[in-house]
């Protein structure tokens, strides 16, 4: 099942926690023990359902995540793919939904893409121009355990119910993680770093030339015949991006603040990874496939982007 959720079920057998196919949350469990949020145990991968029985036992089932797509695919097909399912999978939130709809701008591509789908579907959502983080006991009491997350400090909170529109996983499912990039142009013997240099306008330079960031793209080009031996075919690399991104998790849900998350589909991220690696090379620069999307469904959403991603202003 796709979509944003956690199902804790208790029975006369134990406790199963459920969720849907790409888990939002990080798992950690140990005898009588399991958590989203205390790293105790051992950590639970999100390609595994966990259960405890009656004596606290741990059980784990494998489930299958998806791989990679043996296709090609050119940039306005990938668009038009990720536009029907994003389209259609927030028509049906949107039809169960009577909960207030909230929205924060930051100038980034992910959250203009979210901007155009709200216009697409003229859907009433209240536009939120600062930083909202409304106190209770709970939160209060968990303040340095939720700051081991840093995309816990990247989210508002309300008491009253309600969802948050939230880009969570936009960079990520769009191949536009420093990471994922930095495998994917190593394995096809492309020097991102030259690129970078070469296109100093480019959205991401400013971020990716960060010296993190600059690490992880230079030691990946370094090791690049480490990583072809490894990863022998585009196949098993693709479907080793696809492994890294399902464990990448972000903010979820907190309280009564819910997360509507439409790029949260790995689905997304198979169908960028069909995408020739000329297309994935403009995408690292510039973000195109995300940018392409944003277009086709309200182009003037893009006037809120920022010249380069993550950049303070002034």
């Not at 199963?16 to 205390?38: C, Y």
């Not at 991102?192 to 993190?212: D, E, G, I, V």
Request: charged letters at 20%.
């Amino acid at each position: 099942i796709r979509g944003n959720f956690c199902l804790v079920a208790i029975t006369e057998q134990g406790i199963r926690i459920g969720h849907n196919r790409d888990r939002s949350f990080p798992l950690w469990a140990e005898q009588g023990f399991a958590s989203n949020l205390i790293q105790r145990g051992e950590q639970i991968w999100a390609d595994t359902l966990l259960s405890l029985d009656q004596q606290g036992q741990i059980l784990k089932k494998r489930v299958e995540i998806p791989g990679s797509l043996p296709q090609t695919l050119t940039m306005d097909q990938a668009c038009d793919l990720i536009l029907e399912r994003v389209i259609g999978d927030a028509r049906s939130f949107l039809d169960h939904n009577h909960l207030p709809i909230r929205s924060f701008r930051s100038g980034g591509l992910d959250t203009a893409f979210l901007y155009a789908l709200t216009q697409y579907l003229n859907v009433s959502c209240e536009e939120v121009y600062d930083t909202v983080i409304e106190p209770m006991p709970w939160l209060d009491a968990n303040q340095v355990a939720l700051s081991q997350f840093w995309a816990y400090r990247q989210i508002h909170h309300w008491n009253l119910p309600g969802f948050i529109l939230t880009g969570s996983q936009g960079d990520e499912y769009f191949l536009r993680g420093p990471t994922a990039i930095a495998m994917i142009m190593a394995w096809h013997d492309v020097n991102f770093l030259n690129n970078l240099n070469q296109n100093p306008s480019a959205y991401h330079h400013w971020y990716f030339t960060k010296p993190a960031n600059l690490r992880i793209f230079m030691d990946a080009w370094q090791n690049r015949q480490q990583l072809k031996e490894q990863y022998p075919t585009w196949t098993k690399l693709a479907d080793q991006v696809i492994n890294i991104l399902i464990n990448d998790h972000q903010h979820w849900h907190l309280g009564q603040t819910l997360t509507w998350t439409p790029q949260k589909d790995l689905d997304i991220a198979r169908w960028a990874l069909c995408l020739d690696v000329d297309d994935l090379i403009q995408n690292s620069l510039h973000g195109t496939l995300v940018r392409r999307c944003t277009q086709m469904l309200c182009p003037d959403a893009l006037q809120s982007v920022s010249k380069f991603k993550n950049k303070p202003a002034g």
